[in-house]
């Protein structure tokens, strides 16, 4: 893998986000790419339909964005080696620790075993965490929630390793690049 950005990929980026524009998608986009100290941004389409120009600094109203940006700040920490994927959450939340799940999806919420194994951070990145339901009550191995119950957790795991295990963490990746002095 090159450590540049160049042309050619940037032209499969621009290509590949162009198909996402139009009247029938979405009117406008910016797409970020980062290489070491290369940072490139393609600005496509416009505002609305008919509306002005979508520039590099334009703002966008955005919704349920919180799976990506925890996702990202999670594997950033895991880039640096401040939390392990397959390791058990329960040091850090322990209220998730010794956790019970349902034995059958229609059963009482009272039939419950204990969990063959505990939660870890990528049960929470792929919603494979089954707070619920024993694994072998369900026809897929691993119980999936469509929700934000995996991704607020693991915000909260990722405020804990940030907060706790090394504070420069805090401000240098998951605060000073989300403000801006501008707002929509």
Do not use: Y
Not at 71 to 76: C, G, R, S
Not at 140 to 150: D, F, M
């Amino acid at each position: 893998m090159s450590d540049q950005l160049t042309d050619e990929g940037l032209g499969r980026l621009r290509a590949v986000a162009r198909r996402h524009v139009g009247d029938d998608r979405v009117p406008g986009l910016v797409a970020l790419v980062a290489c070491g100290d290369q940072v490139h941004a393609e600005a496509l389409g416009t505002l609305s339909i008919g509306g002005a120009p979508v520039a590099r600094d334009s703002l966008f109203r955005i919704a349920s964005t919180t799976k990506p940006i925890t996702a990202a700040a999670t594997l950033a920490l895991a880039g640096e080696g401040l939390l392990d994927l397959d390791a058990p959450i329960d040091a850090v939340l322990p209220e998730l620790a010794d956790r019970r799940v349902l034995t059958r999806m229609d059963g009482p919420l009272d039939d419950t075993v204990p969990a063959r194994r505990a939660i870890t951070t990528r049960d929470l990145l792929t919603f494979t965490f089954g707070f619920g339901i024993s694994p072998g009550a369900a026809a897929c191995r691993c119980w999936r929630s469509p929700g934000n119950g995996g991704c607020t957790t693991q915000g909260r795991r990722c405020s804990a390793c940030c907060w706790h295990a090394r504070p420069a963490s805090r401000s240098a990746m998951c605060c000073e690049p989300a403000f801006s002095n501008r707002s929509a």
